[in-house]
Every structure is written in structure tokens, then in C-alpha cells.
């Protein structure tokens, strides 16, 4: 397996949030990190991995070309634009720029992820 990608089409809109701990894993020091409203409906990327060993050779944009695939045969069905919307670890510098040469915008970033959508 190079490379893995789960998307799925959502209806309702969560609002993504969460507690960041600390370092030290304290969870006493916790800082609650915002809540990212996210369109409705939309079409959620998850879990995209590529191994180690074929990064840079294209496998991520062609697992992130076929979710947009995905998200296409349902803006035909729906007869209306259906973004895509994902999470990506703030220090994922690699995915980060993929996703921003794909057009991706930032709903959300702070010191541990990055919530990204693409209109």
C-alpha cells in the first residue's frame, strides 16, 4: 500500500473542537482550541497517509485528485458546489503545501492543526 485517503459526504455541519494539552501532558494546563463552523454539506477528507518511503512521488496528490472526484460526482448529483473540508497537523508542513497548491484555504489554524477547505 502506498497510500490511504477516507472522504465522505456530510449533511450536518460539527463544529470541530477540542483541548490542546500541554507538552508535558498535563491535562490541568489545557487550552481549549476554537470551534471551526464548517459548510454544509461538504465532503470530509480523512486520514490521508502516504508511506513514508513514496512521499514526494505524487501518490498524495493523486489519493487528493480522487477525493475531489468524489466531491464532484456529488456536486453533480446535488446539482449545487460541494467543498472540501479536512484537518492536517499544524507541523505537516509537506501536506500543508500540497493542499495550498490545490487551492485549499484555511478555516481555522492554530499550534496543533490546520482545518482547510476547498471551495
Known amino acids: 500500500i502506498m497510500g490511504a485517503v477516507s472522504s465522505q459526504l456530510r449533511h450536518r455541519a460539527p463544529l470541530i473542537a477540542g483541548p490542546s494539552s500541554s507538552s508535558e501532558g498535563d491535562s490541568s494546563t489545557s487550552e481549549a482550541l476554537p470551534s471551526v463552523p464548517l459548510p454544509t454539506p461538504h465532503v470530509y477528507a480523512a486520514n ?16 487528493l485528485s480522487s477525493v475531489m472526484e468524489y466531491a464532484n460526482s456529488w456536486s453533480d448529483r446535488m446539482e449545487e458546489k460541494i467543498p472540501i473540508v479536512l484537518s492536517v497537523d499544524h507541523d505537516n508542513t509537506g501536506a500543508r503545501a500540497m493542499y495550498e497548491r490545490a487551492g485549499f484555504e484555511y478555516l481555522e489554524q492554530n499550534s496543533v492543526f490546520c482545518m482547510m477547505v476547498l471551495w
Not at 512521499?55 to 496528490?61: D, E, F, L, Y
Open 48 to 63: 490521508m497517509l502516504v508511506d513514508v518511503k513514496m512521499r514526494r512521488r505524487g501518490v498524495g496528490t493523486a489519493l
